[in-house]
């Protein structure tokens, strides 16, 4: 079995997973990774519980369409994710409802919005940016991100998403879930009284 084959087999079980566990709704999210001569990318306008390995779009490394359906229309994020993070592998997208959630509160600290809540957060997330909101597909939130790609490998899009590069397949998704999980705390915990993890803390888990 070829890498490619089974790049295209590991982006479909990840797509049903994620579909299944409703962390991801109707046609929304997509899923990439780097290929040694470009990209695949899960199409658009398909479910991610409803992907065929071999439907997936194959890009060029310029983003031209080589096989497979048209790519999802959020293509230029992961790009924007790729171009500036060189050992990004892989790349995932949701509208997961609490990480959504908190994209859309006034009071979020756009440097890094949300608090260190747990070990795993730091981890794997470290710290999450807010990307300014632009209308979907609007090309200056490619440039927004790719503003901020090159020193986070998370940002949350207002009131949209989050997006997530990891080292591999298996690390983007843990990233992005331990995102959409820390998110749901955070909600859980506003108005209470919370002990976050302290700034030593957080740097020593830092040089882990």
Known sequence: MSA??????AICRLGASIFARGLTF???GNIS???????LMTPTNVALGELDPARLAKLAPDGMLL?????TKESFLHRAMYEERGTAEAVVH????????????ADVDPANVLPPITAYYVMRVGTLPLVPYFRPGDPKLADAVRELAGRHQAVLLANHGPVVAGTSLSAAAAAIEELEETARLHLLLHGHRTRFLTEAQVEELRSL
């Open 33 to 39: 990774m780097r290929l040694a001569d470009g990209y």
């Open 4 to 9: 490619e084959t089974r790049a295209r087999e």
């Open 67 to 71: 096989a497979g359906d048209a790519p």
């Open 26 to 28: 109707g046609s929304s």
């Open 94 to 105: 949701l509208h997961s409802t609490h990480s959504v959630a908190v994209s859309c509160l």
